[in-house]
């Protein structure tokens, strides 16, 4: 996914800017006022979760602990 991203064929860095790294920053700091009114689960295509600016890395800066789900 990464190669793939960083293809400029692909994506370019403002396209990544406003696909990936703005949504994924407005998404983490929503994410908390949500999972403290209920228990939640938070479905996201499969480019918002890898990279520095992914949210498994913002979410875990936050102080929180992402692990996968299995056995759905």
């Known amino acids: 996914m990464d190669q793939l991203i960083k293809d400029p064929k692909f994506m370019n860095k403002k396209q990544e800017k406003f696909m990936l790294t703005d ?9 908390p006022e949500i999972m403290k009114k209920q228990s939640s689960f938070f479905a996201v295509g499969s480019g918002h979760l890898w990279g520095n600016n992914g949210l498994i890395n913002l979410l875990k800066a936050k102080g ?9």
């Open 64 to 72: 929180y602990t992402v692990k996968p789900v299995s056995n759905l």
């Open 23 to 31: 949504r994924n920053t407005k998404w983490v700091e929503k994410m």
